[in-house]
Nanobody
Framework: QVQLVESGGGLVQPGGSLRLSCAASGLTFSSYAMSWVRQAPGKGLEWVSAINSGGTSTTYPDSVKGRFTISRDNAKNTLYLQMNSLKPEDTAVYYC??????????????WGQGTLVTVSS
Protein backbone atom coordinates (compact mmCIF):
# COMPACT_ATOMS: atom_id res chain seq x y z
CA GLN A 1 0.00 0.00 0.00
CA VAL A 2 1.55 3.26 -1.16
CA GLN A 3 1.41 5.97 1.47
CA LEU A 4 2.66 9.54 1.63
CA VAL A 5 2.51 11.37 4.95
CA GLU A 6 3.30 15.07 5.17
CA SER A 7 4.37 16.88 8.32
CA GLY A 8 5.90 20.17 9.40
CA GLY A 9 3.09 22.59 8.69
CA GLY A 10 1.96 25.25 11.14
CA LEU A 11 1.62 28.93 11.81
CA VAL A 12 4.51 31.20 10.88
CA GLN A 13 4.93 34.95 10.65
CA PRO A 14 5.59 36.66 7.32
CA GLY A 15 9.27 36.43 6.49
CA GLY A 16 9.65 33.25 8.49
CA SER A 17 10.65 29.74 7.45
CA LEU A 18 9.23 26.25 7.63
CA ARG A 19 10.46 22.86 6.51
CA LEU A 20 7.92 20.34 5.33
CA SER A 21 8.61 16.62 5.20
CA CYS A 22 6.89 13.80 3.33
CA ALA A 23 7.52 10.23 4.43
CA ALA A 24 6.92 7.62 1.75
CA SER A 25 6.19 3.93 2.20
CA GLY A 26 5.01 1.03 0.06
CA LEU A 27 6.95 2.13 -3.04
CA THR A 28 10.48 2.24 -4.42
CA PHE A 29 10.89 5.88 -3.49
CA SER A 30 14.25 6.34 -5.20
CA SER A 31 12.81 5.35 -8.61
CA TYR A 32 10.30 8.15 -8.95
CA ALA A 33 10.16 11.91 -9.25
CA MET A 34 8.17 13.76 -6.60
CA SER A 35 6.33 17.06 -6.38
CA TRP A 36 4.85 19.47 -3.90
CA VAL A 37 1.47 20.97 -4.73
CA ARG A 38 -0.55 23.44 -2.67
CA GLN A 39 -4.14 24.59 -2.42
CA ALA A 40 -4.94 27.96 -0.92
CA PRO A 41 -8.32 28.49 0.76
CA GLY A 42 -11.02 28.72 -1.88
CA LYS A 43 -8.58 28.27 -4.76
CA GLY A 44 -7.43 25.52 -7.07
CA LEU A 45 -4.31 23.38 -6.96
CA GLU A 46 -0.97 25.06 -7.62
CA TRP A 47 2.19 23.08 -8.30
CA VAL A 48 5.12 24.54 -6.32
CA SER A 49 8.12 22.28 -6.94
CA ALA A 50 9.34 19.02 -8.40
CA ILE A 51 12.45 16.87 -8.17
CA ASN A 52 13.61 13.92 -10.24
CA SER A 53 14.28 10.48 -8.82
CA GLY A 54 17.98 11.05 -8.20
CA GLY A 55 17.60 14.53 -6.82
CA THR A 56 19.75 16.03 -9.55
CA SER A 57 17.06 18.10 -11.25
CA THR A 58 14.54 20.47 -9.66
CA THR A 59 12.05 22.97 -10.97
CA TYR A 60 9.87 25.72 -9.52
CA PRO A 61 7.27 28.23 -10.68
CA ASP A 62 8.18 31.90 -10.50
CA SER A 63 5.91 32.40 -7.48
CA VAL A 64 8.28 30.45 -5.19
CA LYS A 65 11.58 30.42 -7.08
CA GLY A 66 14.42 31.61 -4.88
CA ARG A 67 12.39 31.11 -1.70
CA PHE A 68 11.50 27.39 -1.73
CA THR A 69 13.91 24.47 -2.04
CA ILE A 70 12.84 20.90 -2.71
CA SER A 71 15.13 18.04 -1.76
CA ARG A 72 15.00 14.35 -1.03
CA ASP A 73 16.80 11.71 0.99
CA ASN A 74 16.34 8.43 -0.84
CA ALA A 75 17.97 6.48 1.99
CA LYS A 76 15.22 7.72 4.32
CA ASN A 77 12.38 7.62 1.75
CA THR A 78 11.67 11.25 2.57
CA LEU A 79 10.91 14.35 0.54
CA TYR A 80 11.45 17.87 1.89
CA LEU A 81 10.37 21.40 1.12
CA GLN A 82 12.33 24.21 2.73
CA MET A 83 10.28 27.39 2.61
CA ASN A 84 11.94 30.72 3.37
CA SER A 85 10.75 34.33 3.24
CA LEU A 86 7.19 33.17 3.59
CA LYS A 87 4.37 35.46 2.52
CA PRO A 88 0.69 35.50 3.50
CA GLU A 89 -0.13 34.31 -0.01
CA ASP A 90 1.81 31.10 0.70
CA THR A 91 -0.96 30.11 3.11
CA ALA A 92 -2.31 26.78 1.83
CA VAL A 93 -2.57 23.06 2.38
CA TYR A 94 0.62 21.54 1.01
CA TYR A 95 0.55 18.08 -0.56
CA CYS A 96 3.38 15.85 -1.64
CA UNK A 97 2.69 13.77 -4.71
CA UNK A 98 4.30 10.80 -6.44
CA UNK A 99 5.18 11.06 -10.10
CA UNK A 100 4.64 8.08 -12.39
CA UNK A 101 8.17 8.36 -13.80
CA UNK A 102 11.72 8.89 -12.62
CA UNK A 103 11.95 12.11 -14.56
CA UNK A 104 9.66 15.06 -13.83
CA UNK A 105 6.60 14.29 -15.93
CA UNK A 106 3.90 16.00 -13.91
CA UNK A 107 1.71 12.92 -13.96
CA UNK A 108 0.99 12.66 -10.26
CA UNK A 109 -0.77 9.47 -9.28
CA UNK A 110 -0.47 9.24 -5.50
CA TRP A 111 -1.06 12.09 -3.06
CA GLY A 112 -0.60 12.60 0.65
CA GLN A 113 -3.26 13.96 2.97
CA GLY A 114 -1.69 17.41 3.15
CA THR A 115 -0.31 19.68 5.84
CA LEU A 116 -1.58 23.20 6.52
CA VAL A 117 0.76 26.17 6.37
CA THR A 118 -0.56 29.48 7.65
CA VAL A 119 1.47 32.64 7.18
CA SER A 120 0.10 35.40 9.35
CA SER A 121 1.16 37.98 11.90
Amino acid sequence: QVQLVESGGGLVQPGGSLRLSCAASGLTFSSYAMSWVRQAPGKGLEWVSAINSGGTSTTYPDSVKGRFTISRDNAKNTLYLQMNSLKPEDTAVYYCAHDSWGYISGYLDVWGQGTLVTVSS
